[in-house]
């Protein structure tokens, strides 16, 4: 795909990933974002912060979008929306009340000249210049996977869970409340910052022993103190919670829905002759996947499920062993920076939903909307 040479040298697009925790917001062909800020709102009235996507109604949605996309544009990114092109990245399963809500937001106050709206698995595994993946996003509120073959999505073998930032978080909270800390000093920003400093994925063999119980249980990691900035409050973070607060993730239950599971039962979802692909390109995306550890307990965990679970042993066949891509810059802003690469191409020309084509309808065309996919005069 060309680089679209007469846009880039005009108005470069803008592209925006809007996450629930964090929104990453830059130019198309740079390969960093301009910036990485909350997805956060300033309440007039109170002057408190509060999530963009807390609202009871799409009018007040509505409003929240207007105040949010003037913040990027007139203090973060110094540009004027008017006639922009835009890149927006999506979760192809996200509410349609939020794309329909943020299209009216641009293109009716913001009069921008089109929207690109581009799905997120597809786009973070554009970064790495392959057809076939397994793509896992570890989020805020929720991890997704989704399988990609030959640059289509399989929709039928996408999987989700609650478990994301946000579940770790609250297990941080649980653990120290219980140890004797002020549920006063652990605002989101400290657990953030304590889960992203100290907190870590733990090996197979320590979790099983650990579970086991016994005189064979290991020696917890050491102890570290956290200083809230704010008061310079000590908080001793204990060993046993740095290397189990992320155990939520890999829990064993009935429903076989920890990461592990979720992704074998996503490749099983997927017909025969793409499994051994999906099984050699596993590519970890987001913010969550950057713990450290994780990769190797994931690696861990698969392989002994294909040998000793009788359940996917008799269900995958052959010798299978899995891989995993590196990404391209950091996971947390992978999505982005596929984005960024499309938005650089001639794409933005013959994907985009154009103002005037949205104006006739105000309507955000859908693939899972069955009147929007019909064939013209059907």
Not at 277 to 292: N, P, Y
Request: with cysteine; proline share 5%; charged share 20%.
């Amino acid at each position: 795909m060309p680089i679209y040479e007469s846009v880039m040298q005009e108005k470069p697009p803008i592209v925006l990933d809007i996450g629930t925790a964090y929104t990453k917001l830059g130019f198309a062909a740079e390969a960093y974002p301009r910036k990485i800020m909350p997805t956060e709102v300033v309440m007039t009235a109170t002057g408190t912060r509060k999530r963009l996507f807390d609202y009871g109604s799409p009018e007040e949605l509505y409003d929240q979008l207007v105040d949010f996309l003037q913040t990027i544009f007139f203090k973060h990114l110094l540009v004027s929306p008017k006639e922009r092109k835009f890149v927006l990245v999506e979760n192809v399963f996200g509410p349609t009340v939020l794309r329909e809500t943020l299209a009216r937001v641009l293109f009716v106050h913001f009069d921008v000249s089109s929207v690109m709206f581009v799905p997120v698995h597809l786009i973070a595994l554009s970064t790495l210049a392959v057809p076939t993946a397994l793509v896992v996003d570890i989020g805020y509120s929720e991890t997704t996977i989704m399988p990609v073959f030959s640059g289509v999505q399989i929709m039928a073998a996408f999987k989700d869970q609650s478990y994301g930032g946000r579940t770790i978080h609250a297990e941080i909270k649980r653990q120290l409340v219980e140890s004797g800390v002020k549920e006063s000093l652990l605002t989101e920003s400290v657990l953030e910052d304590i889960k992203v400093r100290t907190c870590f994925v733990t090996t197979m063999e320590r979790a099983q022993a650990r579970a086991n119980g016994g005189q064979d249980k290991p020696t917890p990691a050491p102890a570290v103190d956290y200083i809230v900035s704010d008061n310079d409050a000590i908080i001793q973070v204990p060993g046993l919670l740095r290397e189990t607060v992320y155990e939520v993730m890999f829990e064993l239950s009935n429903e076989r829905d920890s990461l592990p599971h979720l992704i074998l039962r996503s490749i099983l979802d997927c017909t025969l002759d793409v499994r051994r692909a999906l099984v050699e390109s596993v590519f970890l995306v987001g913010g969550g996947s950057m713990v450290q550890g994780l990769l190797a307990r994931l690696r861990q965990e698969l392989q002994h499920l294909l040998a000793e679970d009788p359940f996917y042993a008799e269900r995958f066949h052959g010798e299978l062993q899995f891989k995993f891509f590196n990404s391209i810059g950091k996971q947390n802003f992978t999505a982005w920076l596929g984005g960024a690469l499309c938005g650089a191409t001639d794409l933005i020309q013959t994907r985009s939903l154009v103002k005037e084509t949205y104006l006739k309808s105000e309507h955000v065309p859908d693939w899972s909307n069955l009147c929007d996919n019909r064939p013209t005069g059907s």
